[in-house]
């Protein structure tokens, strides 16, 4: 496979492409643009690059490289995406750094992990506009919650009548107006996605603890529950799955989850886990038994993450609603 590929590492910015092909050891640099990208289909000529044996090896930056996604597609171009920690952890020790050189380590790592690569597909429309809509959430979510702290700090030396109270209250205010109405553009969103989506997205809720927040973060996740075959591969994901950590018999520590995860959905399962725990007799009574038996807080909520996410994928297979069958034993 490796001699039938074409490796082409590309390092992304807000406003330029760095592009290294392993095969000539040729570096490009053009727009993050239409008319760069139209320059890159030259330089591919130039180079004797087959569209169709191209693989393009990318970081994940976000927006940055929405554009050059649907150029890529468009021309039934190869790409894959790849964790930045990965790449940089597999180069060992190095010194200095430009856009050059870092696109031509990035060819460097596609050409060693092709096997293992996995690409990327054009991805359903609507999830990319729930995508933006989430994300649009999260970030006023975090603006708000920022100025309330600040609010709360003010206080303690201001009196309530003070115009720098009084402008960062209105601005909350605008705020949790922003939240609301982003929050009617995803339901509608989803409502307009098509079935399976919105069936999905139903059958989510039903489980304790699964908010509409939550059923539409593992819905963007998981591309609709087809990018992980099971729940345990999207524990991994989200920093959920415990590890060993062993060698030998010098070397023993006890399981711990990884710090490597999607911090953002972890967040939203613990919220989920501790509504869970409230209102799920099941998982209620779990959580007060292994307490009690010593077990710390922490990983008995980590353990109720998994059980939510387990859950989620039970009902998506099943398709049928989550239904609450606990008898406490005496």
């Known amino acids: 496979m490796k001699k039938l590929a074409q490796i082409i590492g590309t390092d992304i910015s807000k406003g330029t492409i760095d592009l290294f092909y392993d095969g000539s050891q040729s570096h490009i640099k053009?727009?993050?643009?239409?008319?760069?990208?139209?320059?890159?289909?030259?330089?591919?000529?130039?180079?004797?690059?087959?569209?169709?044996?191209?693989?393009v090896v990318m970081e994940c930056t976000g927006l940055y490289s929405f554009h050059f996604e649907n150029f890529l597609h468009a021309h039934q171009i190869r790409f894959a995406k790849v964790n930045a920690l990965a790449i940089k952890r597999s180069l060992g020790l190095i010194r200095g750094k430009n856009d050059k050189i870092d696109a031509q380590r990035i060819?460097?790592?596609?050409?060693?992990?092709?096997?293992?690569?996995?690409?990327?597909?054009?991805?359903?429309?609507?999830?990319?506009?729930?995508?933006?809509?989430?994300?649009?959430r999260e970030r006023l979510v975090r603006q708000r919650a920022s100025i309330i702290c600040a609010v709360k700090e003010?206080?303690?030396?201001?009196?309530?009548?003070?115009?720098?109270?009084?402008?960062?209250?209105?601005?909350?205010?605008?705020?949790?107006?922003?939240?609301?109405?982003?929050?009617?553009?995803?339901?509608?969103?989803?409502?307009?996605?098509?079935?399976?989506?919105?069936?999905?997205?139903?059958?989510?809720?039903?489980?304790?603890?699964?908010?509409?927040?939550?059923?539409?973060?593992?819905?963007?996740?998981?591309?609709?529950?087809?990018?992980?075959?099971?729940?345990r591969k999207f524990s991994c994901y989200c920093g959920s799955a415990p590890f060993e950590h062993s060698s030998g018999k010098s070397i023993y520590k006890?399981?711990?989850?990884?710090?490597?995860?999607?911090?953002?959905?972890?967040?939203?399962?613990?919220?989920?886990?501790?509504?869970?725990?409230?209102?799920?007799?099941?998982l209620k009574d779990y959580y007060q038994r292994r307490t009690e038996m010593g077990k710390s807080k922490l990983s008995t909520i980590n353990v109720v993450r998994n059980k939510i996410i387990h859950r989620m994928f039970a009902v998506i297979k099943r398709q049928t609603p989550f239904v609450e069958q606990y008898l406490k034993t005496a």
């Open 154 to 231: 003010y206080r303690v030396v201001l009196k309530a009548t003070d115009p720098i109270i009084g402008s960062q209250l209105k601005l909350i205010k605008a705020f949790t107006q922003q939240i609301k109405a982003i929050d009617q553009a995803i339901q509608n969103q989803i409502t307009q996605s098509g079935e399976a989506l919105k069936r999905n997205f139903e059958l989510l809720t039903s489980i304790k603890g699964v908010g509409k927040v939550v059923a539409t973060a593992t819905i963007i996740k998981t591309k609709n529950f087809t990018s992980f075959k099971n729940g």
């Open 107 to 136: 060819a460097r790592y596609g050409f060693e992990k092709l096997d293992t690569l996995v690409f990327q597909y054009p991805q359903d429309p609507s999830l990319q506009r729930l995508q933006m809509l989430h994300t649009t």
């Open 254 to 282: 006890k399981t711990r989850i990884s710090h490597l995860a999607d911090k953002s959905m972890k967040t939203l399962l613990t919220q989920s886990a501790k509504t869970a725990i409230q209102h799920d007799k099941e």
């Open 30 to 55: 053009i727009k993050n643009s239409l008319a760069g990208f139209k320059e890159l289909l030259h330089w591919f000529t130039l180079h004797k690059i087959n569209l169709h044996s191209a693989v």
